[in-house]
Protein backbone atom coordinates (compact mmCIF):
# COMPACT_ATOMS: atom_id res chain seq x y z
CA UNK A 1 0.00 0.00 0.00
CA UNK A 2 2.94 2.34 0.61
CA UNK A 3 4.56 1.83 -2.39
CA UNK A 4 1.38 2.89 -4.24
CA UNK A 5 1.17 5.96 -2.35
CA UNK A 6 4.98 7.03 -2.74
CA UNK A 7 4.21 6.39 -6.99
CA UNK A 8 1.19 8.35 -6.62
CA UNK A 9 2.94 11.34 -4.95
CA UNK A 10 6.29 10.58 -7.32
CA UNK A 11 3.20 10.97 -10.29
CA UNK A 12 1.87 14.34 -8.94
CA UNK A 13 4.86 15.65 -7.74
CA UNK A 14 5.96 15.39 -11.68
CA UNK A 15 3.16 17.04 -13.06
CA UNK A 16 3.47 19.93 -11.06
CA UNK A 17 6.71 20.46 -12.02
CA UNK A 18 5.94 20.35 -15.53
CA UNK A 19 2.77 22.54 -15.00
CA UNK A 20 4.74 25.23 -13.21
CA UNK A 21 4.67 28.55 -15.53
CA UNK A 22 8.04 28.95 -14.69
CA UNK A 23 9.52 25.65 -14.99
CA UNK A 24 12.73 25.64 -17.44
CA UNK A 25 13.47 22.71 -19.67
CA UNK A 26 16.59 22.00 -18.05
CA UNK A 27 14.57 21.27 -14.49
CA UNK A 28 12.46 18.55 -17.03
CA UNK A 29 15.79 17.09 -18.38
CA UNK A 30 17.17 16.71 -14.60
CA UNK A 31 14.40 14.71 -13.89
CA UNK A 32 14.33 13.25 -16.97
CA UNK A 33 17.73 11.98 -15.99
CA UNK A 34 16.67 10.70 -12.40
CA UNK A 35 13.71 8.56 -14.03
CA UNK A 36 15.89 7.47 -17.38
CA UNK A 37 14.93 3.61 -16.46
CA UNK A 38 11.54 4.39 -16.25
CA UNK A 39 10.56 5.61 -19.95
CA UNK A 40 6.84 5.95 -18.80
CA UNK A 41 7.26 8.33 -16.31
CA UNK A 42 9.69 10.55 -19.26
CA UNK A 43 6.62 10.89 -21.52
CA UNK A 44 4.38 11.51 -18.37
CA UNK A 45 6.62 14.56 -17.61
CA UNK A 46 7.52 15.67 -21.01
CA UNK A 47 4.08 15.36 -21.99
CA UNK A 48 2.72 16.78 -19.41
CA UNK A 49 4.81 19.98 -19.73
CA UNK A 50 3.31 19.70 -23.61
CA UNK A 51 0.21 19.65 -22.71
CA UNK A 52 -0.55 21.92 -19.41
CA UNK A 53 2.28 24.65 -19.92
CA UNK A 54 0.62 26.05 -23.12
CA UNK A 55 3.09 28.99 -22.18
CA UNK A 56 6.54 27.56 -22.68
CA UNK A 57 5.24 24.71 -25.20
CA UNK A 58 4.56 27.58 -27.77
CA UNK A 59 7.20 30.17 -26.24
CA UNK A 60 7.04 32.59 -29.44
CA UNK A 61 10.75 31.91 -30.21
CA UNK A 62 9.88 28.30 -31.00
CA UNK A 63 11.86 26.72 -28.01
CA UNK A 64 9.06 24.99 -26.79
CA UNK A 65 8.73 23.02 -30.31
CA UNK A 66 12.34 22.89 -30.41
CA UNK A 67 12.51 20.47 -26.59
CA UNK A 68 9.87 18.42 -27.44
CA UNK A 69 11.77 17.70 -30.66
CA UNK A 70 14.84 16.92 -29.31
CA UNK A 71 13.36 14.85 -26.55
CA UNK A 72 11.66 12.61 -29.00
CA UNK A 73 14.69 12.13 -31.23
CA UNK A 74 16.56 11.37 -27.87
CA UNK A 75 13.95 8.71 -26.68
CA UNK A 76 13.63 7.58 -30.24
CA UNK A 77 16.49 4.84 -30.39
CA UNK A 78 15.96 3.49 -26.64
CA UNK A 79 12.41 3.29 -27.02
CA UNK A 80 10.59 4.02 -30.18
CA UNK A 81 7.00 3.43 -28.74
CA UNK A 82 7.62 6.45 -26.00
CA UNK A 83 8.87 8.60 -28.92
CA UNK A 84 6.58 8.05 -30.90
CA UNK A 85 3.75 8.85 -28.16
CA UNK A 86 5.47 12.09 -27.73
CA UNK A 87 6.01 13.25 -31.12
CA UNK A 88 1.75 13.00 -31.60
CA UNK A 89 1.49 16.16 -29.08
CA UNK A 90 2.32 17.95 -32.85
CA UNK A 91 -0.54 16.08 -34.48
CA UNK A 92 -2.91 19.41 -34.61
CA UNK A 93 -0.29 21.74 -35.61
CA UNK A 94 -1.99 22.92 -38.50
CA UNK A 95 -4.33 24.44 -36.13
CA UNK A 96 -2.56 27.17 -35.25
CA UNK A 97 -1.31 30.35 -36.13
CA UNK A 98 0.76 30.85 -39.42
CA UNK A 99 4.06 31.75 -37.06
CA UNK A 100 3.36 28.33 -34.83
CA UNK A 101 2.61 26.05 -37.54
CA UNK A 102 6.12 27.17 -39.65
CA UNK A 103 8.10 26.90 -36.60
CA UNK A 104 6.12 23.36 -35.53
CA UNK A 105 6.39 22.19 -39.42
CA UNK A 106 10.24 22.74 -39.12
CA UNK A 107 10.58 20.65 -35.97
CA UNK A 108 8.67 17.81 -37.91
CA UNK A 109 10.51 18.10 -40.75
CA UNK A 110 14.09 18.05 -38.63
CA UNK A 111 12.64 14.75 -36.56
CA UNK A 112 11.62 13.15 -40.29
CA UNK A 113 14.72 13.92 -41.70
CA UNK A 114 16.82 11.89 -39.12
CA UNK A 115 18.87 8.84 -40.05
CA UNK A 116 17.72 5.83 -38.27
CA UNK A 117 14.64 7.29 -37.09
CA UNK A 118 12.55 4.23 -35.81
CA UNK A 119 9.46 3.36 -38.32
CA UNK A 120 7.43 4.24 -35.25
CA UNK A 121 8.08 8.01 -35.34
CA UNK A 122 8.73 7.71 -39.01
CA UNK A 123 4.65 6.59 -39.35
CA UNK A 124 3.39 9.64 -36.69
CA UNK A 125 5.66 12.10 -38.14
CA UNK A 126 4.93 11.83 -41.71
CA UNK A 127 1.37 11.43 -41.24
CA UNK A 128 1.13 15.09 -39.31
CA UNK A 129 2.53 16.27 -42.08
CA UNK A 130 0.56 14.95 -44.79
Request: aromatic share 10%.
Amino acid sequence: MELINLQENIDKLLGEIAYKKEVEEEEILRLKELLKNNPNKIWALISTFSRFNQLRFHAADGSGYEFIAEQVLRLDPLNPQIAARLVSVFNNWKKFTETHKTKINYQLQKIVKTPKLSGDVFEIVSKTLN
